[in-house]
């Protein structure tokens, strides 16, 4: 089964500029020019508020699609980072890394300014470099995967 969040050719900078909360948008504009520097991937749409950067093949025991390795999406309470390296292993980093909550493969962030982006910028390159996905039995190819 596909997911239902697919990549679409939504204008990212359409969807940025929609932003309404002026901190939120900078936030969201610096994190989309500090993905394209770390992966060399231009932004995506990814459904309708999800910005995406590459894409590589999962499949897990009930479904099985095209993701992305790292991204972001603007959201009312946080501005939410997609890194899909299972955040929970990544202990050492998080302690440096400052203000944040988490879940599987989010990092909830209220504020940009609240991180150490030399952490952050690490968190990124793993997630792009070697991308997992919690119940994924398989994760092949894509412009994520090195």
Not at 24 to 53: H, N, Y
Not at 56 to 65: A, L, V
Not at 70 to 81: E, I, T
Request: proline share 4%.
């Amino acid at each position: 089964m596909e997911p239902k969040t697919q990549e679409n050719d939504t204008a990212v900078d359409k969807f940025l500029g929609g932003v309404k909360n002026e901190q939120m948008r900078t936030d969201c504009l610096a994190v989309q020019k500090l993905m394209e520097e770390l992966t060399g991937e231009p932004a995506v749409m990814w459904g309708k508020s999800i910005v995406g950067f590459g894409s590589f093949r999962y499949r897990g025991k009930t479904s099985e699609g095209d993701w992305f390795p790292v991204g972001f999406a603007p959201r009312k309470q946080n501005l939410v980072l997609y890194l899909h390296c299972i955040l929970e292993e990544q202990t050492a980093l998080l302690e440096k890394l400052g203000k944040h909550k988490i879940g599987k493969s989010c990092l909830y962030l209220k504020k940009l300014e609240d991180v150490h982006l030399p952490t952050l910028k690490k968190l990124i390159r793993k997630a792009y470099k070697s991308p997992k996905i919690a119940g994924a039995t398989t994760i092949t190819g894509g412009k994520g995967k090195q």
